[in-house]
């Protein structure tokens, strides 16, 4: 199946597993990618630019299909080594490049005197307008269905898709939601050259996260994911959990007084207990409604080929046979 994404990525099919925290590593990034798609390993998961580079190299073993990286660009106390990181990239050969977070304008001569590809993750039109006017190739476009953070607007794809459409000129592809056959053709209908699943990729056999977290992303069902963090105007989307249900204890009793030190023991540096450990009432982590499609744990290469198949059955069979 070819679309702008595809041509634009070299890859067989329009389908990118987005860049997650202690789930993007080389093992995943480099199954999706050996399936088709494109594989994406999440950079500042890796604690140094040293890291990364390794991180990077493991992939490249793994797998000769494009990958890309994930760099989040976050307004934080100890801001990380984005220059070295962005060198590493660069010297590993990875031509691909998702960007999430802040504005990454300052950081974009970097990347396209290297030849890199960047795709944006943007939760609105408005910014993935200012995606395409700062020279971003792409834009992943993220509805308020998606696992993490998904803006203040709460705009959900069957919206937000079909105005991104109306609006831009540069490919992009469709996020939050986006579970299988009929998620990729529903997007495509609404404008979109592909779709970035997050969520569906951790419920998958390479995922290097722990049995439990699997387990528990096929045992809930669509109303099991929270919003955290909205009094903060730091949205997240997460699954339900105790210390999800003690954060909006304290986000009711505290109201607009609340702070992140409020809810830091939650939130900060759960990840790895959660995703690595299995622990899971140690934190918040994110996650897509999507959850309620999610029944099984197969390879990403089963995962991808019945997703494929499933699309051309409806566009062939269903879809066709509703004409006059």
Not at 51 to 76: Q, S, W, Y
Not at 78 to 86: A, L, Q, R, W
Not at 111 to 133: E, F, N, P, Y
Not at 211 to 227: F, G, H, M, P, Y
Request: charged content about 20%.
């Amino acid at each position: 199946m070819k679309t702008r994404i595809t041509e634009l990525f070299g890859i067989e099919h329009p389908i990118i597993q987005g860049g997650m925290h202690y789930v993007g590593f080389a093992e995943l990034a480099a199954a999706v990618s050996n399936a088709g798609g494109l594989g994406i390993i999440t950079g500042l998961t890796q604690k140094t630019p040293a890291a990364l580079a390794n991180e990077i190299a493991r992939c490249h073993d793994m797998t000769d299909k494009p990958f890309g990286v994930n760099l989040t660009f976050l307004p934080t106390v100890s801001t990380p080594d984005y220059p070295g990181y962005i060198q590493a990239i660069v010297d590993g050969g990875v031509k691909i490049v998702e960007t999430a977070g802040n504005n990454p304008q300052q950081w974009m001569p970097l990347l396209h005197d290297a030849g890199i590809k960047v795709i944006h993750k943007c939760t609105s039109v408005r910014h993935s307008l200012k995606a395409q006017s700062i020279g971003c190739d792409a834009v992943s476009v993220d509805g308020f269905e998606c696992g993490g953070h998904p803006g203040e607007d709460d705009v959900p794809n069957f919206i937000l898709l079909p105005r991104a459409a109306d609006e831009l000129e540069i490919p992009f592809v469709a996020s939050g939601g986006m579970a299988d056959g009929r998620s990729l053709v529903a997007a495509m209908a609404l404008g979109a050259d592909g779709m970035n699943m997050g969520t569906r990729f951790i419920a998958t056999q390479e995922a290097p996260v722990h049995e439990n977290v699997k387990q528990a992303i096929v045992a809930a069902s669509e109303l099991d994911t929270r919003l955290i963090m909205r009094p903060l105007r730091n949205t997240e989307r997460v699954l339900n959990n105790a210390a999800v249900e003690r954060i909006l204890e304290k986000e009711k009793e505290l109201g607009d007084k609340i702070t992140f030190q409020d809810i830091f023991e939650e939130v900060a540096g759960v990840y790895s207990r959660i995703l690595v450990d299995g622990d899971m009432d140690a934190g918040a982590f994110s996650c897509g409604m999507v959850v309620g499609l999610i029944n099984d744990v197969p390879t990403v290469k089963e995962l991808i080929d019945g997703i494929m198949a499933e699309a051309k059955s409806i566009i062939s069979d269903r879809l066709a046979g509703l004409r006059r």
